[in-house]
């Protein structure tokens, strides 16, 4: 299989005119540099620009200014056949009337390979998508995890410099969607194919990704790997959009130096921080559920930590782990402990106290209108 090649968007705009109406401006300047071999997602809600930004970079779409680089061609003008890339759509686009063999074998065949080069390929790379043996099956006889495979199979046999995955699992059922996306992991590492990736799906993103672009309004709001996104987020929308998360309101008190004091709970807490704050400014402190601890009401939490009495009114037990929604200061908090053989479950109704380590506590500005 071809080599990772490095994929580099540069400044990249793209508006769409609706009849009637004002011009829409589905991505805004946006850059980004996808490293050979590897895998970056284009990660968020629907209408973000990240379908559109794939779709530029295969060339279904022009973008109105910015450049597009497959290694070091600028294909930004480049019709879609010339690009190099394999494409896997949403809906598999499997032509119903051919075979799982014809199908596959199609992009071969537009570009005039040998009947036994078409026949060697094919079976390897039906080898490697775990379908053997379906050479004679027509889509219609196969299930939508086997469709799926044939889809990746069409766009990897062609050996292309990219692979691009438009929100490839969005029609698979939850279990098959976990199964299918481990499978197309292991085979963008096996094959180290350069692989752009489109999905509204945070646990997905996170699981099968080098790197993540959080995409909002066009944009990127945050490029990093999963850990960055999830332990470090830059503003309360990515915070919220990986992970599950507790926005807490709050103000500072006092600054010194990265340090600064802050008020939780009605308390002082003092938490560092990176970013440049001001005394007064209003703040939301980042509080994973992980990091949220559950205590008897008559329990002393440890130093050094934000303390509130609070309630629990929901519990969802999960086998390896509860989640627990507790009432604090008339706010909903999400919690999550591990473990519950050992720990103990708390019961729906209970009064307890909620504590958070300053250490696991990440200051953000409030955003505007927030």
Not at 6 to 20: A, M, N, P, Q, T
Not at 73 to 98: C, K
């Amino acid at each position: 299989m071809t080599a990772g090649t490095r994929l580099r968007i540069e400044g990249v705009s793209k508006r769409f005119h609706r009849e009637g109406q004002h011009d829409v401006a589905a991505v805004h300047d946006v850059s980004l540099s996808v490293e050979p071999g590897e895998l970056l997602t284009l990660l968020g809600p629907s209408g973000c620009g990240k379908t559109t930004t794939l779709r530029m970079v295969a060339g279904f779409e022009q973008p109105d200014q910015g450049r597009i680089y497959i290694g070091d061609e600028d294909v930004t003008q480049r019709m879609v056949y010339r690009r190099s890339i394999g494409f896997v759509f949403q809906n598999y686009a499997l032509f119903p009337h051919l075979t799982v063999f014809e199908n596959v074998a199609y992009g071969l065949r537009v570009r005039r390979m040998s009947g036994a080069q078409v026949h060697e390929k094919v079976g390897r790379v039906l080898d490697l998508v775990g379908l053997p043996g379906y050479e004679r099956r027509f889509p219609n006889q196969l299930s939508g995890g086997e469709q799926q495979r044939v889809a990746v199979a069409r766009a990897v046999v062609v050996e292309p410099q990219l692979l691009l995955f438009d929100e490839p699992l969005s029609n698979l059922d939850a279990k098959l969607r976990v199964q299918m996306r481990d499978e197309l992991s292991r085979l963008q590492k096996q094959l180290a194919i350069t692989t752009v990736y489109v999905t509204h799906d945070q646990e997905e993103a996170m699981a099968i990704s080098d790197r993540i672009a959080v995409m909002r309004q066009g944009t990127v709001a945050q490029l990093g790997t999963a850990v960055d996104l999830y332990r470090a987020p830059c503003s309360a929308f990515v915070a919220q959009f990986i992970g599950r998360v507790n926005l807490v309101e709050s103000r500072v008190l006092g600054v010194t130096g990265r340090r600064i004091e802050v008020e939780v709970w009605g308390s002082p807490l003092s938490v560092v921080t990176d970013d440049a704050c001001t005394k007064g400014q209003s703040l939301f402190l980042v509080m994973r559920p992980e990091s949220l601890t559950l205590l008897p009401e008559s329990a002393t939490p440890p130093e050094g930590e934000a303390v509130a009495a609070g309630i629990v009114r929901s519990r969802t037990f999960l086998g390896e782990k509860v989640e627990y929604t507790v009432e604090v200061a008339g706010t909903s908090l999400h919690a999550v402990t591990y473990d519950p053989a050992r720990r103990g479950v708390m019961e729906v109704g209970s009064r307890v106290r909620v504590s958070c380590n300053a250490a696991s506590i990440r200051p953000l500005a409030a955003e505007p209108g927030s």
